[in-house]
């Protein structure tokens, strides 16, 4: 599977962004896909994870509420609504595909190449 994001891009705190992850291949909706992100100096974390299916999402407590995940099976995509965004959201964005999917990045076999948000207060 080969990932490809986009949509990163400087906006004002409080502001919205939507992140987009493109998958090459015909097993996309085979893949639990997750987006995690990395700050300057800090160690990726997890942001947001679905199901294969679509029909599971989980957050990382820092985003809860104010981001969310989706993805489109048919067009193989998958997407990062973000609102309410926090300086501290400034990051370098990745999505990633897993056959178990979670939390951990450990768990990801796929990444794509990143997209940078930057969150001005």
């Known amino acids: 599977v080969q990932l490809q994001a986009s949509g990163g891009g400087l906006v004002q705190a409080g502001g919205s962004l939507r992140l987009s992850c493109a998958a090459s291949g015909r097993t996309f909706s085979s893949y639990a896909m997750g987006w995690f992100r990395q700050a300057p100096g800090k160690e990726r974390e997890f942001v947001a994870g679905?199901?294969?299916?679509?029909?599971?999402?989980y957050y990382a407590d820092y985003v809860k509420g104010r981001f969310t995940i989706s993805r489109d099976n048919a067009k193989n995509t998958v997407a990062l609504q973000m609102n309410s965004l926090k300086p501290e959201d400034t990051a370098v964005y990745y999505c990633?595909?897993?056959?178990?999917?979670?939390?951990?990045?450990?768990?990801?076999?796929?990444w794509g190449q990143g997209t940078l948000v930057t969150v001005s207060s």
């Open positions: 679905i199901r294969r299916s679509g029909g599971s999402t």
């Open positions: 990633a595909a897993s056959v178990v999917g979670g939390s951990d990045l450990r768990g990801y076999e796929y």
